[in-house]
């Protein structure tokens, strides 16, 4: 008997312009314009990863990891949601995210003392709150806390002392 191998199918992967912009935050955290940036920034280390003409599309690659470390999601539904199996995308969550590391700096800015007041100001015009140097959106991260004072990193509104 003979065997035929058949390729195997999959839903169509994501497609930022097909999305609305409103859609593409809540999904991303990130709009439109930063998202296309990204995606040219990371493609050279993304498609030196591609060793064949089907696997995954820059765009598809970073629109998964975004999704996937925006929703704080397993990563069978963000890989489902992407058009792919999960171990498709494991495989993929690794390579994408040693590429977004490279290029961290680009995106990531901590505060310099000198800027404090600066931005102290600027939320207190905002929303005439004092000593406010920052804001978060609610997203809860996955975080190892350092062994020494370590409930110092529990989430909890136990005052710190």
């Known amino acids: 008997m003979m065997r035929w191998w058949h390729p195997p199918v999959y839903r169509p ?6 999305m609305e912009e409103r859609h593409i935050i809540i999904t991303y955290r ?16 993304l498609m030196s990863a591609i060793r064949h003409p089907t696997e995954i599309p820059p765009l598809v ?3 998964s990891v975004l999704h996937f470390l925006a929703s704080g999601s397993f990563q069978t ?3 489902m949601a992407s058009g ?15 590429a977004l590391l490279k290029h961290m700096h680009s995106y990531i800015v901590f ?31 996955a975080f190892v806390p350092p062994r020494r004072n370590e409930q110092m990193y529990r989430n909890g509104k136990a005052t710190i002392q």
């Open 13 to 18: 992967l994501v497609d930022l312009s097909t």
């Open 77 to 79: 539904t963000v890989a």
């Open 61 to 63: 690659q970073v629109l």
């Open 30 to 45: 990130l709009d439109r314009a930063t998202i296309q940036e990204l995606c040219a920034q990371l493609e050279p280390d």
């Open 111 to 141: 505060l310099q003392v000198e800027d404090l007041p600066t931005v102290k100001g600027y939320f207190y015009a905002l929303g005439h709150i004092r000593n406010i140097i920052g804001a978060i959106d609610g997203t809860h991260v």
């Open 84 to 98: 792919m199996p999960q171990p498709m995308f494991s495989n993929m969550l690794s390579r994408a995210l040693s």
